[in-house]
Nanobody
């Protein structure tokens, strides 16, 4: 039903910035909570943050709070993850996901997933 396509990953030096984009199609975008997750090599997928149906609420894991910002443009069916002050520990494959639950950090409650985009932070 819903397809998610991510872009914007790449290689960046510590302290730098990247903006990830996730374009959605095949569903009513504004009815989904949009989450970002990441998975580092040898690690389980972890929650990064989410944005509510129309973007009025956001929530972030403590490790990225104050550095990452999630936004969404429902007219463009796109969600963004602005990543500032990147650290080596942020290196991971980043995934966007869509959930029919309004507020959730639980990956099991996200119904649709993007293919992932690699973010590598060097120092």
């Amino acid at each position: 039903q819903v397809q998610l396509v991510e872009s914007g990953g790449g290689l960046v030096q510590a302290g730098g910035s990247l903006r990830l984009s996730c374009a959605a199609s095949g569903g009513t975008f504004s009815t989904y909570t949009m989450g970002w997750f990441r998975q580092a090599p040898g690690k389980e997928r972890e929650f990064v943050g989410y944005i509510s149906w129309v973007g009025r609420s956001t929530f972030y894991v403590d490790s990225v709070k104050g550095r990452f910002t999630i936004s969404r443009d429902n007219a463009k069916n796109t969600v963004y993850l602005q990543m500032n002050s990147l650290e080596r520990e942020d290196t991971a494959v980043y995934y966007c996901a869509a959930s029919r639950v309004r507020f959730t950090t639980d990956s099991d409650k996200y119904d649709y997933w993007g293919q992932g985009t690699q973010v590598t932070v060097s120092s």
